[in-house]
């Protein structure tokens, strides 16, 4: 008995806006039957002393602590600019 049927997968082709011919279907049909088989098998595993996880591989942000440091001055900034005004970069209207 397949656990999934080949108008369940044309109707989810459909959702996602994929064409997909009489063959494919078939196809995909007995492809996603296994898929689904094999996370029923899973449903039997015991996992009352597994620890619910959000990654397989235990995760660490390596960020670098914050440091004060001398930064550019404005005139070293500006020094290099095509235009400028008022200590800011000057750029082209983009609105009217």
Known sequence: ???ISK???K???HLARLAVTEEE???L???LDKIIGFAEELKELDTDNVEPTTHVLELKNVLREDEVRNSVSV???M???PAQKDGQFK???ILE
């Open 1 to 3: 008995m397949s656990r």
């Open 7 to 9: 108008e369940q997968v």
């Open 11 to 13: 109707h989810v082709a």
């Open 25 to 27: 279907a078939e196809l």
């Open 29 to 31: 049909t007995e492809q």
């Open 75 to 77: 005139d070293e900034a």
């Open 79 to 81: 020094k290099n600019a």
């Open 91 to 93: 750029v082209p209207n």
